[in-house]
């Protein structure tokens, strides 16, 4: 048994690597105001587990990649109730790109969706 659950830890695992950045762009651009990791991660626990499965400290990195490519703008501002805060906001690029991301994972959803029911 030991050994299947590795199997799945696993398999979750490669299978967040991709959806993270495609529900954070989601999230983002799905918000009137800019957000920061905290809320961000709130907002995803709310709508489901699955995506972070309690793993707060992930989102961060993805943030940074996001950024670096150009897809969330982000602009740093002190808080009253403690550290300075980092408002991510998607920028136009990141909007395009999430349009692609989005007909990606619905092709790649519906293809894997027709092999697990046999309709192939």
């Known amino acids: 048994m030991d050994d299947n659950v590795s199997h799945l830890?696993?398999?979750q695992k490669e299978l967040?690597?991709?959806t993270v950045s495609l529900v954070?762009?989601?999230?983002l651009?799905?918000?009137?105001?800019p957000m920061y990791g905290y809320q961000i991660a709130k907002r995803l626990e709310d709508m489901g587990e699955g995506v972070l499965a309690g793993k707060q400290s992930a989102l961060y990195p993805v943030l940074?990649?996001?950024e670096g490519a150009g897809l969330l703008a982000?602009?740093?501002?002190?808080?009253i109730s403690g550290p300075p805060r980092r408002y991510y906001r998607v920028t136009k690029q990141g909007?395009?790109?999430?349009?692609?991301?989005v007909d990606a994972w619905n092709d790649t959803r519906d293809s894997?969706?027709?092999v697990l029911q046999g309709g192939v």
């Open 9 to 11: 830890k696993k398999f």
């Open 16 to 18: 967040s690597a991709g």
């Open 24 to 27: 954070l762009l989601a999230v």
């Open 29 to 33: 651009s799905q918000s009137r105001q």
């Open 64 to 66: 940074r990649n996001l």
């Open 74 to 79: 982000s602009q740093v501002e002190p808080s």
């Open 95 to 101: 909007r395009d790109v999430l349009r692609d991301w």
């Open 112 to 114: 894997v969706d027709a």
